[in-house]
C-alpha cells in the first residue's frame, strides 16, 4: 500500500512538472500581428516601369521575423484586380491546413476587395523559410522572407554570426506575369523566360539600367555573417556564390543540418539554404552572384 501511494505521489509530481514546462513554453511564445495590403504598386527595372502586384507598395514583400513556437497572424487586403492567396512555403501547418494557402486547395481565393486572416503557429521549425502568392504567376512579385529564429533564450547550433541577411532571388519579366502565363495557357507553348533574374528584388549591375540599384550587403573584414538565401524564381534552378569565399553551409528549409563547405549553392525554385560565410580576404568589395541552369544563354548577375 505505502508503495503505492508513492508511486502516486511520483506520478502527480511529474504531472506538475509537465505541466509547469507547457505554462512557460506557452508564457515565451509570443502572437505576432501583421497586415498585409495586396495592390499595383509603380516598379522600374531595366528602364521601365510597370504597375507590379506587390504587398504593402514593397518588391519583394516584408520580411516576416519569429521565433520557434510563435503564432503568426496576417491579415491580407486584396486591393488588386486579380484574386489572390498567400502560401506560406515550408511551414508544417500542424492543425491548421486551412491557413495554407493554395487557391482552390485549401481555400478560396481572396476577391478584390475582399480581405482573409491566416492564423498560424510555427512549431519545431528554425531557420529559413518565404510566403508567396499562390494565384496564377502573382507570385512573380509576390513574395517575401519568413525568419524563424530559435525560442527565446535559446541558441544556434553553431557559432553565432555577427549579422544575418536575407538573399532573396527572383526572376524579373519586363511585361506582366500575368500575360505572360495566359499567352502560354492559350497557345500551348512554354512561357517565355524572365528577361532578368535579381537578388533582393534588383537586377545586378550588368543589366541595363541597373548598376545605382545593384543589392549591396555590408560585412566587416574578419567578421561572420549568416546569408540567408532564398529561390522564389517561378521555374528557375539557380546558383549563388560570391567571389573568392567558401560558404559553410548550416541550414535548408528550416532544419539545421550537418555543416559543410562549398564554393556555389544550387537551389531548385522555393528552396532555401543557410550559409556563413567569414570575410576573410583582403579586399573592399566583395561581389556575390546568381545564374540558371537553363538551356540558353543567360545574362548572370
Known sequence: MEAMKNIVKSLSS?????ILLLFANVASAKTHHHDFVIQAT???????????????????GPTLEVNNGDTLVVNVVNRARYN???????????????????????????????????????????????????????????????????????????????RETPIVLGEWWDTN???????????????????????NG???????????DTTIVHIDSGE??????INAGLNQQLFFTVANHKLTV?????????PFTTSVLMLGPGQTTDVLIKADQNTKQILHGSTCLCKRSRRPF
Open 250 to 258: 548550416v541550414g535548408a528549409d528550416a532544419n539545421y543540418v550537418k
Open 14 to 18: 511529474l504531472c506538475f512538472v509537465c
Open 224 to 229: 561572420t555573417n549568416l546569408l540567408r538565401v
Open 177 to 199: 506575369p500575368i500575360d505572360v502565363v495566359r499567352r502560354a495557357t492559350r497557345t500551348g507553348a512554354a512561357p517565355n523566360v524572365s528577361d532578368a533574374y535579381t537578388i
Open 42 to 60: 509603380p516598379v522600374k527595372r531595366l528602364c521601365k516601369t510597370h504597375n507590379s502586384i506587390t504587398v504593402n507598395g514593397q518588391f519583394p
Open 84 to 162: 489572390v492567396t498567400i502560401h506560406w512555403h515550408g511551414v508544417r501547418q500542424m492543425r491548421t491546413g486551412w491557413a495554407d494557402g493554395p487557391e482552390f486547395i485549401t481555400q478560396c481565393p481572396i476577391r478584390p476587395g475582399k480581405s482573409y486572416t491566416y492564423r498560424f503557429t510555427i512549431q519545431g521549425q528554425e531557420g529559413t523559410l518565404w510566403w508567396h502568392a499562390h494565384s496564377s504567376w502573382l507570385r512573380a512579385t509576390v513574395y517575401g522572407a519568413l525568419i524563424i529564429h530559435p525560442k527565446e533564450g535559446g541558441n544556434y547550433p553553431f557559432p553565432k554570426p555577427k
Open 202 to 212: 534588383q537586377p545586378g549591375d550588368l543589366y541595363k539600367c541597373s548598376k545605382q
